[in-house]
C-alpha cells in the first residue's frame, strides 16, 4: 500500500512562510530529513519525497458552476498549507503512522509552532466502486506504458 506523508505548513513558521518569503529550510532540518530519506530507502519503503516552494509562488484553480477562477498565493490558511510530501510503500496503516512519527518536523518549528504529518492513503482505481470495466483496462494499459514491458 502507498500513503503520501503530507507535511503540513504554519504561516507563521519562517521555514514554510514569512510574508510570502520563505526563509528555507534551516541547515539542521536539512540534515535530519537526508538522515529521514535513507533511513526509509535502507527500509526499502521510499517512494518520492520533495519540499515545496513556498504558497507566495502558487496559484490555486478553483471551480465552481462550470466557472473556473485562478487564485493567486500566498494562501494564508495554515490548516491549508503543505510544505512538502513523502510517498512511501508500506504493509500498512500501522507502518505508515511509524514512519510519519520518525519524521523530523520538529526541527521545523520554533515557539508555539505545531508540526503536522498527515498520512493519506493513495487509492488505486480498483479499489474505487462504480468505475466500468472499460475505464479499469484503460488505466491498467496507462500504467503498462508507464513501466514498460
Not at 507535511?7 to 510574508?19: F, M, R, T, V
Not at 507566495?56 to 487564485?71: D, E, L, N, P
Not at 491549508?80 to 510519519?100: K, P
Not at 505545531?114 to 479499469?136: C, F, H
Request: proline share 5%; hydrophobic share 40%; charged share 30%.
Amino acid at each position: 500500500m502507498q500513503f503520501m506523508l503530507l507535511l503540513k505548513g504554519d504561516p507563521g513558521n519562517p521555514h514554510d512562510e514569512q510574508a510570502g518569503e520563505s526563509a528555507g529550510p534551516n541547515d539542521e532540518l536539512v540534515s535530519a530529513m537526508l538522515r529521514y530519506h535513507e533511513e526509509l530507502v535502507e527500509a526499502g519503503v521510499y517512494v518520492s519525497a520533495e519540499g515545496l516552494l513556498p504558497s507566495a509562488t502558487g496559484k490555486r484553480v478553483a471551480y465552481k458552476r462550470g466557472r473556473r477562477k485562478v487564485i493567486d498565493g500566498p494562501f494564508t490558511e495554515a490548516k491549508e498549507l503543505v510544505a512538502g510530501y513523502y510517498i512511501i510503500d508500506v504493509a500498512s496503516l500501522d507502518e505508515a503512522v511509524e514512519w510519519a512519527s520518525k519524521c523530523p518536523v520538529e526541527y521545523a518549528c520554533e515557539g508555539d509552532m505545531e508540526a503536522v504529518v498527515e498520512i493519506r492513503r493513495i487509492a488505486t482505481l480498483d479499489e474505487v466502486d462504480g468505475i466500468s470495466e472499460e475505464n479499469r483496462a484503460a488505466h491498467r494499459q496507462f500504467q503498462e506504458r508507464l513501466v514498460g514491458p
